[in-house]
């Protein structure tokens, strides 16, 4: 979880491929945040929603050193450093009513349940008890009430970490393979999206940034998966070609590995005419699959 290179490739904002991080919008912000940890990632999966989402320019400020966290008490920077000061998790809500007004961590729960709920008659009641809490523990009441107006406006899109890290793993480990493996990454990303024509399109552009190259199906060469060629060139996969059953390609692949390629179009619709059909040639040679043999024209 401490690769540079994997961190660069994400603050880049090319994205395409890696979890959760693929939007317009998320490009954008993961290139104005610049991630350098699983907890930056953790921070903008969970902030990248309506209503936290305005608090991401304080996050980086803090972040940068433009500003200093806003803890509102020392007691919370242990809570509350991982965001910047800013107020994101449920976790951290439960978390500040323990440390500030003496809660235990199965009532804070019950807070924080009222506050994702939006139990306004349930936070009514419990905001007397919250600041009596707190001035138990010695604390200022202009703070606390400010503490608590901060709670109040987080906790109703206040977002479980356990969740947002989970998928901050993902996501980072989906880069990780991106930035180290990029051909087998893409070959594998393109068969994942095969049945998306517009993820396709994406993919391809994706692999002609990176300077791979996507080559042709072909009944010689193909697989029935995309798979690396040459170390440095995707080949297409014959279970990509639309109205070819997978039944078809399997029997074209293991007739040409136990018998070696097809030397022309004679010899392949004879050796395979047990398995596929005039119809599924058909697409094979418009797709482009039989090129090698002549003219498309001319092979129907």
Request: glycine share 8%; net charge negative.
């Given at each position: ?269 004879h050796r395979v005419l047990d398995v596929a ?15 090698s043999f002549g003219d498309r024209v001319s092979?129907?």
């Amino acid at each position: 979880i401490h690769d540079s290179s994997t961190y660069d490739t994400i603050k880049s904002g090319h994205t395409v491929g890696i979890f959760q991080m693929e939007s317009e919008g998320m490009k954008r912000t993961v290139r104005t945040i610049k991630p350098s940890s699983l907890e930056d990632i953790c921070y903008i999966l969970a902030a990248y929603r309506p209503g936290p989402m305005q608090y991401i320019a304080e996050y980086q400020a803090v972040k940068e050193g433009k500003q200093k966290a806003d803890y509102i008490f020392s007691e919370l920077e242990p809570v509350l450093s991982v965001t910047n000061g800013v107020i994101t998790y449920q976790e951290q809500v439960m978390k500040i009513a323990q440390v500030i007004a003496g809660y235990s961590l199965g009532r804070a729960d019950n807070l924080r349940r009222a506050m994702g709920k939006k139990k306004i008659e349930v936070m009514d009641a419990e905001k007397p008890l919250f600041i009596q809490g707190a001035l138990d523990q010695g604390f200022e009441k202009d703070n606390v009430e400010k503490l608590w107006d901060k709670l109040v406006l987080f906790a109703n899109y206040g977002f479980n970490k356990a969740h947002s890290a989970s998928y901050a793993t993902v996501s980072y480990r989906t880069a990780y393979l991106k930035t180290h493996y990029p051909l087998e990454y893409m070959a594998a990303l393109l068969e994942g999206d095969l049945e998306k024509f517009d993820r396709v399109i994406l993919d391809l552009k994706e692999c002609e940034r990176l300077g791979i190259e996507v080559l042709p199906p072909d009944v010689n060469k193909s697989d029935y998966y995309f798979k690396t060629e040459d170390g440095k060139n995707i080949r297409f996969g014959l279970a990509g070609i639309k109205n070819v059953g997978g039944d078809i390609v399997k029997g074209i692949v293991e007739e040409r590995n136990a018998n070696g390629e097809f030397e022309h179009l004679d010899d392949f619709v004879h050796r395979v005419l047990d398995v596929a059909t005039r119809k599924s040639i058909e697409y094979l040679i418009m797709a482009g699959c039989l090129d090698s043999f002549g003219d498309r024209v001319s092979l129907l």
